[in-house]
């Protein structure tokens, strides 16, 4: 069974930035979509951004538009979400999950692997 680990989680301030990855050790994620996901307290999870299984197309939540960018290395295989301006609302669980070759979407129940998630705090 495919395997997810984040990384790269932490404790940022407002304004700043912070990489996440997102890798698989046993099984390659060139065949699937990639996406990230985010979890705060008290709310849904909810859909941040994917990305394409050949990386050619992405695509973002409104919230993060303009501040967040997916990236995948297949050759490391592993997938990155760069988060830059980062405010305090993002402050959440963020959860890596694999789905089909040809997704395309950020719903939650489209994906069937997942990570188990790594904790970003923004907070001054």
């Known amino acids: 069974q495919l395997q997810l680990v984040e990384s790269g989680g932490g404790l940022v301030q407002p304004g700043g930035s912070l990489r996440l990855s997102c890798a698989a050790s046993e099984f390659t994620l060139d065949y699937y979509t990639i996406g990230w996901f985010r979890q705060a307290p008290g709310k849904e999870r909810e859909g941040v951004s994917y990305v394409s299984s050949s990386g050619s197309s992405a695509n973002y939540a409104d919230s993060v538009k303009g501040r967040f960018t997916i990236s995948r290395d297949n050759a490391k295989n592993t997938v990155y979400l760069q988060m830059n301006s980062l405010k305090p609302e993002d402050t959440a669980i963020y959860y890596c999950?694999?789905?089909?070759?040809?997704?395309?979407?950020?719903?939650?129940?489209?994906?069937?692997?997942w990570g188990q998630g790594t904790q970003v705090t923004v907070s001054a």
């Open positions: 999950a694999a789905g089909s070759l040809d997704l395309a979407t950020m719903k939650t129940d489209d994906y069937k692997y």
